[in-house]
């Protein structure tokens, strides 16, 4: 049934820009304060969705926050529900996310204003519990608002429309305990947010195939997480989809991590960020890897100096093996204001790099014996060839 061409006897309809799984959206007019609005009209009138929708403008109504669209008015027009919402001018992040792998800083700035949203959401008592990429608005400054509360419900509600052993939301997205059938908190928005985040950096889905199938992948394995991603995503999204929800973190530290300045931001960013996110630069802390060929080397030397003093030592046999400290230089090796990140550790070496089979050296007093030891055997024998010729002669 197409929507009446003016709803609650104020706002113009016009043309359709978009529609969800009960309702089509339009770009409308308020005349009375001369602005235009997304109509959100309800497609089927049924009572359960009438009575969800009705749901949606009373949630809706508790919200308002820059990460979720704000909701203007709401009415039935000729028995039809109808929400009167903020206009985005832009496009969802479904289409967006279709085109390839989105920027790295992109997804952050994306990712921390919808986590916020859903923080304050939360802070209400209201579940989303259909996060997707199509109900994620991008502005045109390059933020995100998170729309479309119709399927939400007031988490200490008795009463809710979506009750414990009905799943609802959209299958790749799910968390485990919506395809459980578990009730939903909001740890499971925490999830569909994770695995949303993942498929814009890599622009694979992470549990791909028909819906009952995509759904219950997620109850038998992970999602799989490149460690090619830049520093901090893995950890982040790692915790983000873990399968007990009590191991993820709530949606406002999502959002504080994102939108940090060092976290999940790779080590090496000392850059400013050119979408309007503020940033910080930071000194880097020399890391360990810049040492390991200064201390490489002192320890070569050490090793050499000491196979030297054994060949010195007093004494007729020398030890089979030698422990070594691993010493680090008083002088920085690495750049200005570069110190140990672990103290000195003795080490025993192994026998293949610092220990060899030391043959016996004859130290002064040996020397001396055996010389006089041969001086006395050339003595005997030169006696005994005189002896030898006395007799011939």
Same mark, same amino acid.
């Given at each position: 049934?197409?929507?009446?061409? $003016?709803?609650?006897? $104020? ?26 609005v997304a109509l959100k009209v309800l497609r089927d009138t049924g009572s359960v969705d009438a009575r969800r929708f009705g749901d949606e403008a009373r949630l809706l109504a508790t919200l308002s926050h820059p ?17 009167a919402l903020e206009l985005v001018e832009g496009e969802g992040l479904d289409l967006e996310m279709g085109r390839g792998p989105m920027a790295e800083a992109r997804v952050r700035r994306i990712g921390a204003a919808v986590a916020a949203g859903l923080d304050h959401a939360h802070s209400r008592g209201i579940v989303h519990r259909d996060v997707k990429p199509s109900n994620v608005l991008l502005t045109?400054? @390059? ?50 947010? @994770? ?36 520093? @901090? ?55 360990? $890897? ?104």
């Amino acid at each position: 049934m197409p929507a009446p061409r $003016r709803l609650g006897s $104020r706002y113009e309809v016009g043309d359709p820009i978009g529609h969800g799984g009960m309702a089509d959206v339009y770009r409308g007019h308020d005349p009375v304060l001369g602005r235009d609005v997304a109509l959100k009209v309800l497609r089927d009138t049924g009572s359960v969705d009438a009575r969800r929708f009705g749901d949606e403008a009373r949630l809706l109504a508790t919200l308002s926050h820059p990460g979720i669209v704000t909701l203007l008015d709401a009415g039935v027009t000729d028995e039809t529900p109808w929400l009167a919402l903020e206009l985005v001018e832009g496009e969802g992040l479904d289409l967006e996310m279709g085109r390839g792998p989105m920027a790295e800083a992109r997804v952050r700035r994306i990712g921390a204003a919808v986590a916020a949203g859903l923080d304050h959401a939360h802070s209400r008592g209201i579940v989303h519990r259909d996060v997707k990429p199509s109900n994620v608005l991008l502005t045109p400054d @390059g933020s995100a608002k998170l729309t479309d509360f119709g399927i939400a419900r007031l988490a200490d509600s008795s009463a809710g429309l979506t009750r414990t052993g009905h799943t609802v939301g959209t299958a790749a997205y799910l968390s485990p305990e919506q395809v459980r059938g578990d009730t939903v908190i909001p740890a499971g928005d925490v999830y569909s947010l @994770g695995l949303l985040l993942l498929e814009a950096l890599t622009a694979v889905r992470a549990y791909p195939g028909p819906p009952v199938e995509a759904a219950l992948a997620r109850l038998h394995r992970a999602p799989l997480i490149p460690a090619s991603l830049p520093p @901090g995503w893995a950890s982040l999204l790692t915790t983000m989809t873990a399968s007990d929800a009590s191991l993820r973190p709530s949606a406002g530290e999502v959002a504080r991590r994102l939108a940090s300045p060092g976290a999940p931001v790779p080590a090496h960013d000392t850059g400013s960020a050119t979408t309007g996110m503020h940033t910080t630069a930071v000194a880097l802390a020399p890391t360990r $890897r810049s040492r390991r060929p200064a201390v490489a080397v002192l320890t070569t030397a050490v090793l050499v100096v000491a196979a030297l003093v054994l060949l010195r030592l007093p004494g007729g046999e020398a030890p089979a093996s030698a422990e070594v400290v691993d010493a680090t230089p008083t002088a920085s090796a690495g750049p200005a204001g570069d110190e140990p990140t672990s103290r000195e550790r003795r080490a025993t070496p192994s026998a293949s790099t610092t220990s060899a089979a030391v043959t016996p050296v004859e130290t002064g007093g040996q020397a001396k014996t055996n010389m006089k030891a041969e001086q006395k055997a050339a003595k005997k024998a030169d006696k005994a060839k005189k002896k030898k010729a006395a007799k011939k002669a």
